[in-house]
């Protein structure tokens, strides 16, 4: 198939030796995130190892889209391997990067990189096309993310500037290149082993949960730079250039002429409902000369660059880390984050660390000593002092940067978590939407190894009517409508009870059938085939006169365009049921068992106690609840969790895939290992 | 050792000899050649432009892998021939630059191209077009281009010289391109920062840079001037 | 030799300044057209173009005029003339030719083969040193081909059909098997090459007068592409010959003579008579006689007086 660069870089990081793995061994599972777990089963064979064990595999994966010009499917790389993050297992867990370092690989030739061991001193990989090296980073080791960059681009530019043409490779046909190597690089976070500790690239992407920033720490990689000037072959161009096209005129929001505007002026979140450029802000207004910013091949563009460069490329919740002290130190905060390489969802909750301060917990000589200067929370000499001490590992930053559950733990202080005084419901994950009420995300969390971060139904059942109701605006859709337009487009079940999100609704087998929608979709049609989470799916848009959108036509329609294959949406569905299904083997390798998937007391007994949006069926009809007062019931959950395992064909008293689940999906090996160690679900 | 006849045919030989010398230098006189001064010829002005909003460009390249999609049938970021290049660490509007080809009004590039590769293509609204098989390789084209990022192109898959032709010549798109047909860069661009135009561009330092923000632009809180 | 010395001494200073001439004329200056920024470099196949067509006229007219290396003798102290100093001067000057037109078009590449040049400064250095080689190269083959023709020499250079099998023979005996054919002053071997060399490089001239073409005139890109890839397809059979060519005609111990011969001139009378036979059989008769003012006379033991 076409799309493919046929190899994936290997790199041994103890005996510094480069190999190649030959992509066909793979191709079946897509790219992304299949090969990634595929690999990762080959590759590691005790799956019981720690994050920080130098036998820990680190995938970084393309996909046959990325560096095409496949709609926001182009500049996505998918990051695996055994997180440090989660609590209080060390689930092996994924994370994704946008901007340019994917494609970039790409016309460097190579479909991924693998790395493996530990360097015996601090390396960088410096990859130009298919001259691969590892050189030595003693010279860059303390500097933050955006230093890191910037030196390794002068490096690899001999000292020259860039703004015209470079040789990349020897001679008049080298290949040369206007564009500055795309790197990934940790911070002073991750040369310090912080479970929440980021991969930074450029200057707001990051493969921000699971700490590889971590685990690239502990092995001694400081960075990865790639240039590349090679081509991705296409199998038909016509076809994907009249795709996109169409995906512009009939689909895309039309920035002179747009169909439908924001009724209130310079207000982001109107952008969850038409995808307008520069919406990833959310909640923040632009506030100085910017313009929209975004990756690679992107049809939507949602991130922004400032004309101060404070906030450069940040997007959603980094930018709302820190908003007490004005826009501007807003940015500067955000950058903080962004150079010291941590992961805004470890320290999101940083009021909690102000209310412990006011409880009398925290603070100089006291239970928890800490001199960070609490008085002046919500200023920015607060951000500052408090990222900073994450990133050395100083002051209460040394438990910070084990991640809030680890730190609460070691303070002795589990029972907040349980009463969501920090509302860290899954994994020891910062909550994203809320786990009482969004059950497609909580539930495919706790199944899962992490804040799923995928944002498909998310988008239209919850944002939707929010952002609305918010400015006072009649729904620009009703919830009947939505619903039934969006299970039209749930390919394999067409059934709206899939999106009934009532107190009856979250426990029913519709909603088991939902979860096992999300999770094939997303393992295939998004962290495999890499549609960016922010414009894929798209059931319900708003910039087509009936609001249907592109899915499901239009996933195959550009992966069959650029590949030459002629697969269907649900052909896609079926390999993502396979990769869901080997992600759960090697879980339940590391230790899963169904016990184990439970959320944070407070989800079952505190209610909730603000509005929250979402699409259900109440007394008959259809309607956009508000969802008060409702937690999740112990037992009705268990009870759903039973359902869902038998639809996946799990065994419903461990949650283990069955044999004859794992056989039909030609994971017949995987069955024996699981067998081996008494781990197969009985029939 | 026969000199007699040696001696006759040495003398008509010379004859012809310097009678075809003098034809041959005579002949190099005449199409347009090297004796002449090529800059005496005035190169008609192209019927077609591309216009860029630098302020509205999200950098995302979308117009590079169009361009190199319609032309080459593959993806390619150096076989582009509009580039844009960006510094994540700059501040806007200096952190992004647009180099598309200006289709000069004197073009350095097809003066300086020896074998008449280069050249204004009187069949297609006289765009400045690289004839490739013509092409040797010799690269003045490249260099005669005064703009920082020259914007004739080295493909060194081809090994040959390429630019802008308007999309003329877009043997992977069904669409017609030229002055009078569509352009694959204005067409994907998400933003609409790049426009096409038949009139001449007034020449500034920042290069066909123009506003192509509109109100609506304006009302997503992006600036507008 | 030392006529050939100062030949080869002229050839290498006629280069010298052609490659200095090649070497300027490569570097940037700002161009005309009144752009800052704008560069141009001077390409010689433009610039100079006249010098082709002069090339192969004044190969023809010196040609014309050349002497007749067709007689030879046996000199007093055994050797026989082989190739004289114009021999000399041809080959030598079309080999240094040659090697820098295929050094220089390799560089610049040549079919599919990679390039090794990046900046256009040696890319234009490349070309102007492979239009300097050019022009020698013209003049030494119209050269060549002219003199052959007219003196007559050229029959001894085209093979006949009876070169075949003593050619096969020649390469058996020298395996071991069998006898030596009677050979003359060129191999059969040799004379079985010079076509196979006059195909080649015939087709690199014509294509490359074609791509010379475009300098002046506006050329069809179709016969564009036709002359560069058949270009390249001679320079890539050019190269596979020179390498038998100096393998059989430099390398091998048997032919030590030979090479030799085409330095000083010169092979001895027992060389000729064991290796070719039937040009012994023509020379035998031209010895050069002692009181020849052109031999040095050898000294008298009997006249010299002791002291």
Redesign the interface.
């Known amino acids: 198939m076409k799309g493919y660069m046929g190899k994936i870089l290997r790199v041994n990081l103890t005996d510094r030796s480069i190999s190649t793995i030959d992509t066909k061994q793979y191709e079946q599972w897509g790219g992304g995130h299949g090969m990634g777990s595929a690999i990762f089963w080959d590759l590691v064979k005790d799956k019981t190892i720690s994050a920080f064990d130098s036998r820990n595999v680190v995938t970084l994966m393309t996909s046959p889209l990325v560096g095409t010009l496949a709609p926001s499917a182009a500049s996505r790389t998918e990051v695996q391997g055994i997180g440090p993050q989660a609590y209080p297992y060390e689930w092996f867990t994924r994370s994704n990067v946008g901007g340019r370092f994917a494609p970039m690989l790409k016309y460097a030739g190579w479909d991924g990189i693998v790395v493996e061991g530990k360097a015996d001193s601090p390396v960088w990989l410096d990859i130009r096309n298919q001259d691969v090296k590892i050189r030595d980073a003693s010279s860059l080791w303390g500097m933050d993310t955006y230093e890191t960059q910037q030196e390794i681009w002068s490096d690899v530019n001999n000292g020259l500037d860039y703004g015209s043409w470079n040789q990349v490779g020897f001679g008049r046909d080298g290949g040369r290149s206007t564009q500055r190597p795309a790197v990934i690089a940790i911070g002073q976070a991750g040369e310090n082993l912080s479970r929440i500790a980021c991969l930074i690239h450029d200057a707001g992407n990051a493969a921000g949960q699971g700490g590889f920033g971590g685990v690239f720490g502990s092995k001694n990689l400081k960075a990865i730079s790639v240039i590349g000037t090679g081509n991705v072959e296409v199998a038909d161009p016509n076809a994907l250039m009249q795709a996109r096209i169409w995906m512009k005129e009939v689909h895309g929001y039309n920035v002179d002429e747009p169909l439908r505007e924001s009724p209130v002026d310079n207000f982001s979140l109107y952008g969850t409902i038409t995808r307008r450029p520069g919406f990833g802000a959310l909640l923040l207004e632009v506030t100085e000369p910017s313009r929209p910013k975004g990756c690679v091949g992107c049809y939507m563009n949602c991130r922004k660059k400032t004309s101060t460069a404070y906030g450069n490329e940040a997007s959603c919740v980094e930018a709302i880390f820190y908003t007490s002290d004005g826009p501007e130190n807003a940015n500067k905060a955000t950058d903080l984050l962004q150079k010291y390489g941590i992961n805004v969802y470890g320290i999101l909750q940083h009021g909690y660390l102000r209310d412990l301060y006011k409880m009398g917990v925290m603070g100089p000589g006291k239970q928890i000593h800490s001199e960070l200067p609490f008085e002046q929370y919500g200023k920015i000499e607060f951000a500052e002092a408090l990222t900073k001490a994450i990133a050395y590992r100083e002051d209460i930053g040394a438990d910070l940067a084990e991640g809030l559950p680890r730190a609460i733990e070691k303070w002795g202080r589990l029972e907040d978590i349980e009463s969501g005084l920090i509302t860290l419901p899954n994994w020891g994950y910062n909550d994203h939407y809320d786990p009482r009420l969004e059950v497609e995300w909580s539930y495919g969390s706790i199944l899962g190894d992490r804040d799923i971060n995928e944002h498909c139904l998310n988008w239209s059942v919850h944002w939707l009517p929010l952002v609305c109701n918010a400015i006072d605006q009649e729904p620009i859709i009703s919830a009947e409508d939505m619903v039934k337009t969006i299970a039209s487009k749930l390919v394999i079940f067409d059934d709206p009870m899939m999106l009934d999100y009532s107190a009856e609704g979250i426990y029913s087998e519709a909603k088991a059938k939902m979860i096992y929608w999300h999770r094939h979709y997303t393992r295939f049609w998004k962290q495999s085939v890499l549609y960016c989470d922010w414009a894929w799916p798209f059931f319900v848009n708003a910039n087509v006169p009936d609001f249907k959108g592109f899915t499901p036509e239009g996933e195959p329609k550009f992966f069959n365009a650029v590949t030459g294959s002629n697969i269907t949406f649900e052909e896609g569905m079926e390999i993502g049921r396979k990769i869901w299904n080997l992600d759960r083997a090697i879980w339940i390798l590391q230790g899963r068992h169904r016990d184990q998937e439970k959320f944070a007391g407070y989800v079952y007994d505190v209610p909730t106690s603000a509005p929250y949006a979402l699409t259900a069926f109440e007394n008959g009809k259809w309607v956009y609840s508000d969802c008060l007062d409702r937690s999740l019931d112990r037992q009705k959950f268990e009870d759903w969790k039973t359902m869902y395992y038998k639809l996946e064909g799990w065994d419903p008293s461990s949650g283990w895939p069955k044999r004859s689940t794992l056989n039909e999906l030609g994971l017949g090996n995987v069955a024996d290992e699981l067998a081996s160690k008494g781990k197969l679900g009985s029939e | ?1 026969a000199n007699e006849p ?1 001696k006759a ?2 003398r008509d ?2 004859k012809v ?2 009678a ?2 003098i034809g ?2 005579v002949g ?1 006189l005449f ?4 004796w002449l001064d090529n ?1 005496i010829y005035a190169i008609p002005a192209s019927e077609g432009y591309l216009l860029v909003d630098t ?8 117009c590079m ?2 361009c ?3 032309h ?8 582009s021939r509009i ?1 844009i ?1 960006q ?7 200096n ?3 647009m ?1 598309q080809c200006r289709q000069c009004a ?1 073009p ?1 590039c097809v ?2 191209c ?3 590769a280069l050249h204004a293509d009187e069949n297609n609204g006289n765009i400045r077009v690289v ?1 490739t ?2 092409c ?5 084209c ?9 914007r004739v192109v ?1 493909n ?2 081809s ?1 040959h010289s390429q630019k802008c032709d308007l999309c003329a010549n877009t043997p ?3 669409e017609e391109g030229g002055p009078d047909g569509k352009q ?1 860069c204005v ?2 661009c ?3 920062a790049i426009k096409f135009t038949k009139t001449i561009p007034t020449q500034s330092d920042s290069g066909y840079n123009v506003n ?1 923000r ?1 109100v ?8 507008t001037n | 030799m030392l006529a050939r010395l100062f030949i080869a001494i002229g050839v290498f200073i006629g280069l010298g300044f052609g490659a200095y001439w090649a070497y300027d004329a490569s570097r940037l200056y700002v161009f005309q057209a009144g752009y800052t920024g704008s560069y141009t470099y001077n390409l010689l196949f433009e610039s100079a173009v006249w010098a082709i067509p002069v090339a192969i006229l004044l190969g023809i007219l010196i040609g014309s005029f050349a002497k007749d290396g067709h007689e030879s003798y046996i000199d007093a102290q055994g050797k026989v003339l082989r190739h004289d100093e114009t021999m000399f001067f041809q080959h030598w000057s079309h080999a240094l030719a040659t090697l820098l037109l295929i050094g220089t078009g390799i560089s610049l590449g040549v079919l599919m083969f990679p390039r090794f040049l990046s900046n256009p400064q040696d890319v234009g250095f490349a070309i102007n040193l492979h239009f300097i080689a050019a022009s020698l190269f013209l003049f030494t083959v119209f050269f060549h081909v002219t003199k052959n023709i007219l003196t007559g020499e050229i029959k001894e250079n085209m093979p006949e059909a009876h070169d075949i099998p003593d050619a096969i023979g020649h390469y058996k005996a020298m395996l071991g098997f069998g006898k030596q054919p009677e050979e003359g002053k060129y191999l059969a071997s040799e004379k079985l090459s010079y076509p196979v060399w006059g195909v080649l490089v015939g087709g690199i001239i014509l294509s490359g007068l074609i791509k010379v073409s475009a300098y002046i005139w506006n050329m069809p890109e179709g016969l564009m592409i036709a002359a560069t890839l058949i270009h390249g397809i001679c320079t890539v059979g050019i190269v596979l010959v020179l390498i038998v060519h100096v393998f059989l005609g430099a390398i091998i111990p048997p032919s030590w003579p030979l090479i030799r011969s085409m330095i000083t001139g010169y092979v001895t009378e027992d060389y000729v008579k064991a290796h070719h036979v039937k040009w012994y059989k023509e020379i035998k008769g031209n010895r050069k006689p002692i009181a020849d003012e052109s031999v040095e006379a050898l000294p008298n033991k009997a006249e010299t007086p002791s002291v």
């Open positions: 050792m040696r045919s040495r030989f010379l000899g310097s075809s010398l041959l230098s190099t199409p347009g050649g090297t800059k302020k509205k460009c999200a950098g995302c390249l979308s892998l169009a190199s999609l319609t080459e049938g593959k993806e390619n970021l150096s076989l580039q290049m510094d994540s660490f700059v501040g806007f509007p952190d992004i630059t180099s004197y350095p003066e300086a020896p074998t008449k004839e098989g013509k040797i390789g010799c690269q003045r490249i260099e005669a281009c005064p703009y920082d990022s020259n080295w060194h898959e090994k992977f798109w069904e694959a067409a994907v998400p933003m609409n192509l509109n609506h632009y304006g009302k997503t809180g992006f600036p």
